[in-house]
């Protein structure tokens, strides 16, 4: 008797794993970026929810490891925080499709006995990550900060020391408001910086920022939020000191809407608007434009249409900047640039 | 002295002491006093089938390692190409990391991986030494076995958690020794501010924490195994306590000794995680202790994911072939100081 249930046990659940995958039919794997792996695996379990024979699976390696992936073939799409320089996109084998997804921000925060906010003008930012700027009582900290009792202390910068989208954004910042920054450490998701200690990862950055009395760092967005830390204002372009938040940084893609490139690699710091918070970035789905199994194609271009109108609706809960209308609109009509099956 | 009297009335009964001979030999170990002669020395054949599939597959084993260890050798090697291309052996005493500018110098993270190592071993040498002469020789064996037991527990802490104390314990504490030791000796380059909390130093102490309970563990097992002939025979010929330690117990276990602490010397060579958390990986090399600095195990788990370049891939490739050179050369070393104690040991019997 005990053997026969354990028989129907067994034969049970080998019915119930056959048709789990018989359900799952259509697997799609990708890999990159980590900064937007909280929306992504929101948005991979809401679809197939909605489209239970569509499996999508996201490893959340970095950007670096979701461009080289989607290079060699190994995912069906990659993703990254930083566009793919013009060397990267030469080396696939199928032209890929940057897809802006969401937006996001990085935010400066500090760590200053007695100060609750402060307001940075983009010199601040370039000559204190440059060591120019090495005291809190600087006349320019003094004079964008009126009001506000900044002690007689060095400044302690704080950066990412592992390799990060987060570092590509905030130097892709400092490089077009800084000409001196953009000569000696230049763009990338890790940089040779002028001064400063390294915390790994945000975590590590606010570790060192609270825990070291004099300190600035930088983090994204959504981690200040959740973790309530000080944020603070950046004078953008029209002259203006703006604070990240949703619209903010929604303003600032809207402003690089109008002149988007075909392949929507735009990067939006800096941006021209008035109530543009001016260190704000895409972050990119990598998706081949040519997609040979039909299956996981048209699975790939339902989920990539669905993302653009219900997926956004998710966006802001996890403090992620839901994208612009018009590149919305833009995005649709990309599309139709992915062909499906051997052509 | 109580203990000690105990003991030497014992002693006679051991083996007969010769004055001037501080190592009596017991009698030798031979087959017959452990096989009793009489039963047949010949082996069944189908044993002899066994004995041969034994050591067949222990074979294959023991040459699993060394394949590992050329297939990792021969890979990085192979991976890092580019990197030996472009910078050839400049990349061994240059100081510049720069990826955006594709500059590779690995000298800041090989002078931090062996300064924070140094300091480690500078502090856990003695220190656990001194921790494991107390339990193995001071104690009663019964307290000795439960503190052990507590040792050997530490030595299974995963090291991310000793970096979180690292990060809330020790930085802070070395803030605040730090700033005053520097408002005092600042003027000594070795001791220039400013003074983080985080850098060099911290890295060092934190990894001396990490280390000290294998020197303990591993060097009261060592100092268990000397034969108590050895101290009875010292404690008899009048020597005091101190004395049968230091001129009797350590020497005989010179060679275990050396072999904890190049344990520990490996695993704070190679330590990641607690390290990158308390060193503040600045590619830099200063004179301060208090400087912040960085490792080549910190980079490579720092930059890899992100490595967007090939260069810059092939360069921390590079770092780790270096890395792994370094252990090499440092296991060597050991084996050959142990050998070498050995021999004169043996010279001196």
Redesign the interface.
Request: glycine share 36%.
């Given at each position: 008797m005990r053997r026969r249930s354990l028989r129907l046990i067994v034969v049970l659940t080998v019915a119930g794993v056959a048709f789990q995958a018989a359900r799952a039919a259509v697997l799609v794997n990708g890999a990159g970026a980590t900064f937007p792996y909280p929306i992504y695996s929101k948005w991979f379990d809401e679809f197939h929810k909605r489209n239970p024979d569509v499996q999508i699976n996201y490893q959340s390696?970095?950007?670096?490891?979701g461009?080289r992936q989607v290079t060699d073939g190994t995912v069906d799409f990659g993703a990254s925080d930083g566009p793919m320089?013009e060397e990267?996109l030469a080396a696939t084998k199928v032209p890929i499709l940057h897809l802006p997804t969401v937006l996001g921000a990085v935010v400066p925060t500090f760590n200053l006995a007695g100060v609750e906010t402060l307001r940075f003008t983009p010199e601040i930012l370039a000559g204190i990550f440059l060591g120019k700027v090495t005291r809190w009582d600087d006349a320019a900290i003094v004079q964008a900060n009126p009001g506000v009792k900044l002690p007689a202390q060095?400044i302690?910068p704080v950066h990412r020391?592992?390799?990060?989208?987060t570092t590509y954004v905030f130097t892709d910042y400092l490089t077009k408001v800084s000409p001196e920054w953009a000569s000696t450490?230049?763009?990338?998701?890790?940089?040779?910086?002028p001064v400063?200690?390294?915390?790994?990862g945000n975590e590590?950055v606010t570790?060192?920022v609270k825990?070291?009395p004099n300190t600035i760092g930088y983090v994204e967005l959504v981690y200040a939020v959740q973790n309530k830390l000080p944020v603070c204002a950046v004078r953008n372009r029209s002259g203006r000191f703006v604070e990240a938040s949703l619209d903010s940084i929604t303003a600032a893609a809207a402003s690089a809407a109008s002149n988007m490139p075909a392949d929507f690699r735009v990067s939006i710091t800096d941006a021209a608007a008035a109530d543009a918070y001016p260190i704000a970035s895409f972050t990119w789905l990598l998706v081949p434009t040519r997609i040979k199994d039909a299956e996981k194609g048209r699975a790939m271009k339902d989920f990539l249409a669905w993302m653009l109108v219900d997926g956004q609706k998710l966006a802001p809960a996890l403090q992620y900047a839901p994208l612009p209308e018009a590149v919305i609109g833009l995005e649709r009509q990309a599309l139709d640039r992915i062909t499906v099956g051997a052509t | 002295m109580a203990n000690a009297g105990r003991r030497a009335i014992a002693f006679p009964r051991l083996s007969p002491a010769t004055p001037g001979v501080a190592r009596p030999q017991p009698p030798p170990i031979t087959r017959e006093t452990v096989v009793p002669r009489t039963r047949s020395r010949r082996p069944a054949p189908r044993w002899r089938l066994a004995d041969t599939a034994f050591r067949v597959t222990a074979l294959g084993f023991a040459l699993s390692v060394l394949a590992i260890t050329g297939a990792i050798a021969v890979e990085l090697f192979v991976q890092s190409a580019a990197a030996r291309h472009a910078f050839g052996w400049s990349f061994l005493w240059t100081s510049v990391w720069d990826p955006v500018f594709s500059k590779f110098g690995a000298l800041p993270f090989i002078y931090g991986t062996l300064a924070t190592t140094a300091i480690a071993l500078a502090i856990a040498t003695p220190l656990g030494l001194g921790a494991a002469i107390c339990l193995a020789e001071l104690m009663p064996r019964r307290l000795g076995d439960g503190l052990t037991f507590l040792l050997e527990l530490l030595v299974a802490v995963p090291s991310v958690v000793y970096g979180l104390m690292g990060v809330f314990v020790l930085v802070p504490l070395m803030r605040s020794i730090g700033a005053p030791v520097e408002r005092l000796l600042g003027g000594i380059p070795l001791f220039s501010g400013p003074v983080y909390g985080i850098g060099l130093l911290t890295a060092g102490v934190l990894l001396a924490v990490m280390i000290v309970p294998y020197i303990i563990a591993v060097g009261r097992e060592v100092l268990l195994a000397v034969p108590q002939a050895q101290r009875d025979g010292a404690l008899a010929l009048g020597a005091t306590r101190w004395e049968t330690v230091r001129q009797v117990v350590l020497p005989y276990a010179r060679s275990g000794i050396l072999g904890a602490t190049f344990l520990a010397l490996a695993r704070a060579l190679g330590e990641t995680m607690a390290v990158t958390m308390v060193i503040g990986n600045r590619p830099e090399i200063a004179a301060s202790l208090f400087a912040p600095a960085h490792t080549m195990a910190a980079v490579l788990a720092n930059e890899f994911a992100e490595a967007a370049s090939d260069v810059h891939l092939a360069a921390l490739v590079e770092v780790a072939l270096v890395l792994f050179g370094i252990t090499l050369v440092v296991n060597a070393v050991a084996r050959l100081l142990i050998l070498g104690t050995r021999g004169t040991e043996r010279a001196r019997a």
């Open positions: 390696i970095g950007s670096g490891g461009i320089t990267q060095a302690v020391s592992d390799g990060s989208g450490a230049g763009k990338g998701t890790a940089v040779n910086w400063g200690i390294g915390g790994k590590g570790g060192l825990q070291t | -």
